[in-house]
C-alpha cells in the first residue's frame, strides 16, 4: 500500500506541475500568467516526475505488471488532480505541499 501512496503522489505532484505549464491554469492558481522560464520550468519538472514514478515503478517488478500498475496510478492521479483544479483552484498550493510531505514520508519509509 505504502508502494502505492508513493507513486500517487509522485503522479499528482508531476500532474500539479504539468497543470502549472498552462495558461488557463497558472491563472487559476496564481492569478496571473507565469514567465516563459518558470513555464519551461514547470513542464520539465513534471514529465521529469513522471518519468522517475515509471523508473521506480519498472525497478520494483516485471515491467508488464509494473506498467500497468503505473497507469492504475495514473488514473488515480489524474482524477485528483482534475477535482482540485475544477473545485478547490484556490487551494492547489496547500495541496501540493501535502503532496509533497506524503511523497517524502512514502518514499521514507518504503526504501528504508
Not at 509522485?10 to 500532474?15: P, V
Not at 522560464?37 to 525497478?59: D, F, R, V, Y
Not at 488514473?75 to 498550493?93: D, N
Amino acid at each position: 500500500m505504502i508502494f502505492f501512496i508513493l507513486i500517487w503522489s509522485l503522479t499528482c505532484l508531476a500532474f500539479f506541475a504539468i497543470a502549472c505549464s498552462m495558461s488557463k491554469h497558472q491563472k487559476q492558481i496564481f492569478n496571473r500568467p507565469l514567465d516563459v522560464k518558470q513555464t519551461h520550468l514547470a513542464t520539465i519538472a513534471g514529465w521529469s516526475l513522471l518519468i522517475i514514478s515509471l523508473m521506480i515503478c519498472l525497478m520494483v517488478g516485471k515491467i508488464s505488471n509494473m506498467v500497468s500498475y503505473w497507469v492504475g496510478a495514473l488514473t488515480f492521479s489524474a482524477l485528483f488532480v482534475g477535482l482540485c483544479l475544477s473545485y478547490f483552484p484556490t487551494r492547489i498550493q496547500p495541496i501540493t505541499c501535502v503532496c509533497i510531505a506524503i511523497t517524502l514520508l512514502s518514499g521514507i519509509i518504503y526504501f528504508i
